[in-house]
């Protein structure tokens, strides 16, 4: 029979009134997927990761890690006996002790996982050979979120659980380290769970993503899916990738969709879910679906415009008010200033036509 | 939900024994107390109010005084000896207010110090008639001052030396002259410290014992320790120390708001220590004759007044059975500091995993201890176990248990434990509080089980806290007169007890050996733990 890595059956994670989340159900089929869990701060992220590691208890539901059961109604393994490294965003490096000590402390563990990784080798990865002689104090939160990384990896754990793990590591290292770290959890093929509210970091470092917000798992998916198919006004909000404009369905029957907008005229497309031809829908726009065009006859009148390095993002604004967001390389042979008209090629052509 | 475990009863019995002087003293009300109440009412209970008063009056002032002024000139100046000065300046805390009276007595008494210093280099006269008797509330004042102005002094040079240039900085850019930019930006920015620092110098004044009684001065202590030790009523002993903890409370409850606010003038991320000023010439001269002065009077005076007695009377070596006395205090030093520290820790770990709002406030409240002063405590203490045995003795038929608390060495740890625990305590506590939550987690996540995690990771982290409060306790044990001299076990002498007994037979060049066996242990643990905070950066 095919068993579930870790299988979260209706579980209840709560640590205050306001920081709980409900009937959660998530299951990681496979040993060495790694998932992230993404929602705004103080949603209850971390309380999930504290649950699962042991630190706090079920509420309510059933927590199942190879088999056999951590967190139950009746359960409840202590962490110590759990075999899970949590890796905490703030630094709990322990203080009287070196920086190399305390990635030795994880070695101590003596049920690990049997995974044949040296400490050598994550000391490298993650760029700690500097400040192995240090004591935590003296090294800085990035450093400090590195070591505690290394620790966790060192305990060679069932479970890895990454509290924001990058949240503290510059910019310019940060890419690198994330790249490094995915590829060593996949040739260990460590499960591992990872909390953030950076959307590109959830993105890039999981198989899966989980969206939380308004105390439920909203959307448990591939990211890309997540990103293009977003199941909820709530997450596509919480995205914040695009804008929802009113439309009307004029055709989803045959293979290719059709909507209508006043201004903007036909959208075409592949409807994400089923709505009858006739009806009236939200749909969601965002910056990449529609495409600048300067011969176009659409034309809409630019109000603002940013540049984001690779490129910009104009906002026009349609007759009824509707501001809709575009991209444009920032190679573009000219640029259009505000209150100018710029045209969009038409008919608008979205490969997801995601609607409420 | 609170769980009520072996962390919370064992941190509920500790606060209650802790609690007990002041609730003894509260149900003090509800018993009769002999004559001796009324006429005392009637006659000195004003006298003694006024006088306590009076004496915390002038010493407040004095050490103000002293404390700002010397802790001023070590933090912000660089002259001859400065940094010798930063840490000998806290040395008279080793010298009790009742040893700096008997050298105070010992140096203008007639044919005193003085006088054989004046006939040394002036010949023979009479120089009685000039030499100024200072005894009485003068006395009492200055020796206290001396020998508590360190509060203010280390309280107030800490909160100097954390002030941050750029506030100075800041002053002298909005155009401020020196004097401006200490008047208006530093040392309000201290008030927070000094005010704690004065209130801890006002408990510890209206609770000394030892200073006033030496010279005869009626004060509210003395009132308690003759309530009990001349008309054998415990209960007026009970309701004069009411008086006094009230104005004690009134000065703890100071001493906690201040220390708060202290909390909100400590320096931020963007902290820059100050640049010490060099002195030269006059100025430097200034500051090294207003500290040596400082120093001399508080701390090489009564010394060498101690040494040079030792020396004068040698036969005291033969007659005071030293080694004895070594022994004792080693004894009380040792069982009262290791069961002190280590009942702390069991108490603020218990605190620290069971994370129960209802332990921290009765942990918060078995803290008051030390406020309560030594005389009030240990009368206390008798009343209460003397009513607790009447009461085995009436209801249950039992011998009497008085012996095993009063007139006891475990009577006296008790005392000892109940004074000291929120030293200790609260030492262990504010270091604790620096372990992170997730420290004590991330242990466990890593397969370690609690009693593991406290004995790797917090007992290692501790440990020079845990040395250092030892020391503390050490020091406090040493010195404290009150509580050991009315608890003590019969022939069981200690330095201060031993000091304080000759010195009241008027006995002084007797009582001058143990008093310098004091300042010497004192001395030493004083500089260990200075060491010690100073290596720690502290």
């Known amino acids: 029979m095919d068993k579930n890595f870790l299988e979260i059956q209706n579980g209840s994670f709560s640590a205050s009134e306001k920081n709980k989340v409900n009937n959660v159900n998530l299951v990681i089929k496979n040993q060495g997927e790694i998932i992230s869990l993404l929602g705004p701060s103080g949603i209850g992220k971390t309380t999930i990761l504290r649950t699962i590691a042991g630190l706090q208890k079920l509420t309510n539901g059933k927590i199942i890690l190879k088999g056999k059961t951590l967190s139950s109604n009746l359960v409840h393994v ?67 979120q590195r070591v505690s990384l290394a620790r966790s990896l060192m305990s060679k754990p069932d479970l890895l659980l990454l509290d924001e793990p990058f949240s503290n590591i510059d910019q310019s290292l940060k890419d690198e380290i994330q790249v490094s770290v995915k590829k060593l959890l996949k040739r260990i093929n460590l499960t591992t769970i990872i909390v953030t509210h950076d959307s590109y970091e959830a993105f890039s470092m999981a198989d899966k993503c989980g969206i939380i917000l308004d105390q439920e798992l909203k959307q448990y998916d591939i990211p890309y899916n997540v990103h293009h198919e977003p199941n909820s006004i709530e997450v596509a909000n919480f995205l914040n990738k695009g804008v929802f404009i ?111 | 939900m609170t769980k009520y475990n072996i962390w919370f009863f064992s941190s509920f019995f500790i606060a209650l024994i802790v609690a007990l002087p002041i609730i003894t003293v509260f149900s ?122 360190p509060y203010v002094y280390v309280l107030t040079r800490a909160s100097f030396h954390y002030q941050s240039n750029n506030y100075i900085e800041v002053g002298k850019n909005l155009g401020l002259s020196e004097k401006e930019t200490f008047f208006k930006i530093i040392l ?44 054998d009523d415990l209960n007026t002993a009970n309701q004069i120390s009411f008086i006094l903890l009230l104005f004690i409370l009134f000065l703890f409850s100071i001493e906690i708001y201040s220390r708060r606010e202290a909390r909100y003038h400590q320096p ?32 090489l005076f009564p010394l060498s007044q101690m040494i040079y007695w030792t020396i004068k009377f040698p036969k005291y070596f033969q007659d005071i059975d030293i080694i004895n006395i070594n022994l004792n205090t080693l004894i009380l030093v040792l069982i009262a ?6 009942i702390s820790l069991f108490i603020n770990y218990g605190s620290r995993i069971s994370k129960s709002k209802i332990l921290n406030y009765i942990t918060n409240f078995s803290v008051s201890g030390y406020a309560i002063p030594g005389v009030i405590l240990a009368v206390a203490f ?40 929120s030293l200790s305590f609260n030492g262990i506590k504010s270091s604790y509080e620096k372990i992170n939550n997730s420290i004590d987690e991330s242990a466990y996540l890593l397969g370690y089980s609690k009693i593991k995690t406290f004995l790797t990771i917090h007992i290692p982290y501790l440990r020079t806290n845990i040395i250092l409060i030892m020391l503390l306790i050490s020091l406090e044990v040493i010195k404290e007169l009150p509580i050991t001299l009315i608890l003590r076990p019969f022939n069981f002498e200690t330095f201060a007890t031993q000091a304080y007994i000759y010195a009241s037979q008027d006995l002084l060049e007797a009582a001058a050996l143990p008093s310098l066996f004091l300042i010497f242990w004192s001395t030493i643990l004083i500089v260990i733990s200075s060491r010690y905070i100073l290596s720690k950066k502290n």
Not at chain 1, 90 to 103: A, E, T
Not at chain 1, 302 to 309: C, L, P
Not at chain 2, 114 to 125: C, D, K, M, W
Not at chain 2, 211 to 230: D, E, M, R
Request: net charge neutral; charged share 15%.
């Open chain 2, 28 to 149: 003090s009300f509800f018993y009769e107390t002999s004559n001796y109440y009324n006429v005392l009412k009637e006659t000195f209970l004003f006298d003694y109010i006024f006088n306590s008063l009076l004496i915390l009056i002038f010493v407040i002032l004095i050490t103000f005084l002293l404390g700002v002024l010397s802790a001023y000139f070590v933090a912000f100046y660089e002259f001859p000896f400065s940094n010798f000065f930063s840490w000998t300046l806290i040395l008279a805390f080793a010298v009790p207010g009742y040893i700096y009276a008997f050298s105070i007595i010992a140096f203008f008494e007639n044919y005193g110090t003085a006088f054989s210093i004046l006939t040394y280099f002036f010949g023979e006269n009479n120089y009685n008639t000039f030499i100024p008797k200072i005894d009485g509330i003068a006395g009492a004042i200055l020796a206290i001052s001396f020998s508590l102005f």
């Open chain 2, 337 to 342: 500091s290791l069961s002190i520290v280590i």
């Open chain 2, 382 to 421: 008798i009343t209460f176990f003397s009513n607790l045995s009447d009461f085995f003795s009436e209801n249950l038929n039992l011998n009497s248990t008085k012996s095993i608390f009063i007139g006891s060495v475990l009577g006296l740890i008790l005392a000892y434990f109940i004074r000291f625990f």
């Open chain 1, 78 to 144: 202590e962490p110590e006996e759990r075999n899970i490294a949590l890796s905490f965003q703030d630094n709990s490096l322990f203080p009287n002790y070196k920086v190399i000590d305390n990635i030795n402390f994880g070695k101590k563990r003596l049920n690990g996982n049997g995974s044949s990784l040296k400490s050598n080798e994550i000391i490298k990865l993650l760029r700690i050979e500097p400040i192995l002689e240090k004591f935590p104090h003296q090294i800085s939160a990035g450093e400090a």
């Open chain 1, 246 to 356: 009113n439309v009307k369905v004029i055709d989803s029957e045959c293979a290719v969709h059709r909507l209508e907008h006043p201004e903007l005229g036909e959208i075409r497309g592949k409807l994400s879910s089923n709505f009858p031809s006739g009806s009236k829908v939200k749909l969601l726009l965002q910056p990449e679906d529609l495409i600048h065009d300067d011969q176009s006859k659409l034309k809409l009148e630019v109000v603002d415009r940013k540049f984001r390095g690779t490129n910009f993002v104009y906002t026009l604004k349609t007759n009824k008010g509707e501001h809709l967001p575009v991209f444009v390389h920032s190679h573009h042979i000219h640029q259009h200033e505000k209150n100018e008209k710029f045209g969009i090629q038409s008919p608008i052509y979205i490969d997801h036509l995601v609607c409420f």
């Open chain 2, 268 to 299: 931020g991320r963007g902290f820059k220590p100050i640049t010490k000023i060099k002195l030269s010439g006059k100025k430097a001269l200034l500051a090294f004759v207003v500290c040596f002065l400082i120093l001399f009077l508080s701390f």
């Open chain 2, 188 to 231: 309000p920015s201290a008030r927070p410290a000094i005010i704690a620092g004065l209130a801890l110098v006002s408990m510890e004044c209206l609770s000394d014992f030892g200073t006033v009684s030496f010279f005869s001065v009626n004060t509210l202590t003395t009132g308690i320790y003759n309530s009990w030790l001349s008309f």
